[in-house]
């Protein structure tokens, strides 16, 4: 059966977000190190962005390095670093063959300078790019990202920019690192884990969580499918009761 048929394609989550977990148990079992996971990690990731674009989801988001990672030991480190830049540098002409805008969210000057400049040129060269944005998530830690929201709107009502009885959703959203973004309507997470890991806690206040035991470099465009259809058969009430939505 092909799974993809079976999709909706005018009920498709706007926003995807995903937590790609479980590489270095995904390497155990085969008996490597952890580095052999995350390399083989990264045809998922093409898998997934391909998916996403082939059938018009327009948000994509990866957590693929969080502000705790950076406490895993330096190798590891190191390792995940160099296949970023390996990555960006291979998957440039993906991105503009498919029409696909590359962006990132979080505190990316702690990233590497090698890292933070073929970044900045995938996000440059791609900007015009329309047919799907897919955020990467690196260095991304959501308390952080709270955290620096708060100070900014505290700095403009110090300076009298806003005043604090104006202080609304939207303007949090704006200043979040995720300001272009809408809501996440679709967070997946691999590995069996179930926990979020401090990645967009604002943004998946009303996301449909769905959580699946493939290990993060078995995921393929298959199982992405099912998410959706998951996804799909869900009823996103938003508070309301079932009989106000029909
Ligand atoms: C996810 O896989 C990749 C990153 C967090 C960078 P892990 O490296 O967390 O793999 P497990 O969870 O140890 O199996
Ligand atoms: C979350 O995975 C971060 C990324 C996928 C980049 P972790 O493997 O770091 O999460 P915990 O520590 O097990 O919750
Ligand atoms: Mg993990």
Known sequence: MNLKENIKLNRLPKHI??????????????????????????????????????????????????????KRPKLEVQTLMKLLVSSLKKEISTLQDNN????????????????????????NKTKDNSRMTLTLALSYGSREELLNTVKEISIKVKNNIISPENIEESIINKHLYTQNLPDVDLLIRTSGEQRISNFLLWQIAYAELYFTKILWPDFTKQHLYEAIIEYQKRERRFGKTSEQLS
């Open 17 to 70: 977000a995903i937590i790609m977990d479980g590489n270095g148990r995904w390497a155990k079992q085969q008996g490597m190190m952890r580095a052999f996971g995350h390399e083989n990690g990264t045809k998922s990731v093409r898998q997934t962005v391909e998916a996403c674009a082939e059938l018009g989801v327009e948000n994509l988001t990866l957590y693929a390095f969080s502000t705790e990672n950076w």
């Open 100 to 123: 696909i805008k590359l962006s990132a969210i979080g505190n990316l000057k702690t990233l590497p300078n090698k890292v933070h400049n073929e970044l900045q040129d995938v996000i």
